[in-house]
């Protein structure tokens, strides 16, 4: 099988680092905010503008690229996928990775060397080049068998084509559907996998 992995957000706590760091963002520069129901725009989530929210991944996004951790057992259990004969294509549409520039180009680099670091096997690994919220194309073109995403959007447009494996999160709760399986941890991903 064709397994397609998102990173940020399913390979990545990417829910929280956010919570975290853009709470300290505000703090330290003295900004008001918010914090309200978690969802994908981070506008929202915090009461602030996209001013703000660009600011922020201005000063945050390479330390966050660089240094976040994966999640506990994405790499084992990749691994696990890997040795047991899926093909496992890692589909991102990272800030900046989409960009034909130095920033794209250094931002790229920075994904693969995390990848390395993480120890995160890979058949392929996809830079998305539309939408940060959209892989439709990357998963058709590669018929791809079977996505693990988080995005919200994503999570319902894929689903429309082949299963999805929504990775839980305050912001993608409403994902609900017949090909939409929610997990909770790299082993329940892994075991849903093994009951297909």
């Not at 505000?26 to 915090?46: A, D, R, W």
């Not at 990848?115 to 194309?137: A, M, P, T, V």
């Not at 912001?171 to 017949?178: A, E, P, S």
Request: net charge negative; glycine share 4%.
């Amino acid at each position: 099988m064709k397994i397609g992995i998102d990173i940020d957000g399913v390979i990545t706590n990417i829910e929280q680092f956010v919570i975290d760091y853009i709470s300290k963002y505000c703090v330290e520069n003295n900004i008001e905010y918010n914090i309200g129901n978690s969802c994908y725009n981070y506008c929202k989530t915090f009461n602030i503008s996209k001013e703000i929210e660009m600011d922020f991944w201005n000063e945050y996004l390479e330390s966050y690229a660089i240094n976040e951790k994966a999640r506990p057992f994405a790499s084992e259990v990749i691994k696990k996928l890997k040795e047991e004969g899926h093909e496992i294509y890692i589909i991102t549409a990272r800030w900046l990775t989409n960009r034909d520039d130095d920033k794209g180009e250094k931002m790229r680099d920075i994904v693969r060397k995390w990848l390395f670091e993480n120890n995160i096997l890979y058949d392929e690994l996809i830079f998305s080049k539309g939408d940060k919220e959209r892989k439709f194309q990357e998963i058709t073109e590669n018929k791809i068998d079977l996505m693990i995403e988080d995005a919200p959007n994503n999570v319902k447009e894929i689903s429309d084509i082949v299963p999805v494996i929504c990775y839980n999160a305050e912001y993608n709760k409403d994902c609900i559907g017949d090909k939409i399986y929610r997990c909770y941890s790299w082993y329940d991903i892994y075991k849903k996998i093994n009951s297909f």
